[in-house]
C-alpha cells in the first residue's frame, strides 16, 4: 500500500496492511478502527511549523467531512479510536520542518526510528485530546539511541502530556517511572521514579553532557 500526502511526499507506504473498521461509527462521528496490522512499513509524519496541522490532516478531514473543524487550536469532531494496533519491522520519520537539526543528537522535532515493533490502543489520536496505551514499543533511533522496549499509558490536553506506568528498557538500563509530564510549548517536563538504573551510555544522544560519567546512574 502507498498514500502520498497533498506535496506528493510519501506519507505511508507498507508491503501488508490489515484494517479492520466499524463504519457505523461515523455517522455518530467516530472512527472505529478495531485492529490495525502494520508490518514492512515507512511512515513520514510532518508539520509545517509547531502550530500547523499534521501531513495526513487531510486524511481525517475526508472522514469527517465538510464540517470537520481543521484550526489546530480546536479539536477534531471526528474521534478516532482504535481499539488494537501491532507495528512490525517499521521506519517512522517525524519532523518539524521550521526548526533546525542536530545531527548526532536527538532532536525532539526531527526524530528517525528504524526497527519498529509494538503494540499499542488508542482511544484517541487528537494531539489535544491523546489517549494510548503502550503495551510494547522498541526501535533504534538515527542519533544512536536504542529502546528494547517501553509500556506506559500516555495522555493529553491542550498543553501537556502525562505519562503513567512508564518502563522503559535500554540495553543497558532499567527506568521505572509511575508518572510523568512534558508541556510540549515549552518543553518543560516533570518526572517521578522508582528505583532505576541508567548506564550513560545509553543516553548520551539525548544528554550529551553524560559523556564524563563513568559509573551508572542509580535512581532512588
Request: aromatic share 8%.
Amino acid at each position: 500500500i502507498y498514500i502520498e500526502d497533498q506535496a506528493q511526499d510519501t506519507l505511508v507506504y507498507a508491503q501488508k496492511l490489515n484494517v479492520s473498521l466499524s463504519p457505523w461509527r461515523l455517522l455518530k462521528s467516530e472512527l472505529l478502527i478495531t485492529e490495525i496490522d502494520l508490518e514492512d512499513f515507512n511512515a513520514n509524519i510532518s508539520q509545517e511549523n509547531p502550530d500547523a496541522n499534521f501531513n495526513f490532516q487531510f486524511l481525517v478531514d475526508a472522514f469527517a467531512g465538510d464540517t470537520t473543524v481543521t484550526d489546530t487550536t480546536q479539536s477534531s469532531t471526528l474521534r478516532i479510536n482504535i481499539k488494537d494496533v501491532t507495528l512490525k519491522n517499521g521506519n517512522l520519520r517525524y519532523d518539524v520542518w521550521s526548526e533546525p537539526t542536530t545531527p548526532g543528537q536527538f532532536n525532539a522535532s526531527h526524530i528517525h526510528l528504524v526497527g519498529v515493533d509494538g503494540n499499542a490502543q488508542l482511544p484517541s489520536v487528537d494531539m489535544m485530546d491523546f489517549d494510548a496505551t503502550i503495551s510494547s514499543l522498541s526501535f533504534m533511533e538515527v542519533s544512536g539511541l536504542e529502546l528494547k522496549n517501553l509500556k506506559a499509558s500516555v495522555t493529553s490536553d491542550r498543553v501537556t502530556f502525562y505519562l503513567k506506568d512508564g518502563e522503559i528498557t535500554l540495553p543497558n538500563s532499567s527506568l521505572k517511572i509511575p508518572s510523568a509530564q512534558y508541556n510540549r510549548f515549552t518543553s518543560a517536563f516533570e518526572l517521578n521514579t522508582e528505583k532505576s538504573v541508567i548506564s550513560p551510555q545509553d543516553i548520551l544522544p539525548v544528554m550529551t553532557d553524560l559523556k564524563y560519567l563513568k559509573h551508572d546512574i542509580v535512581l532512588l
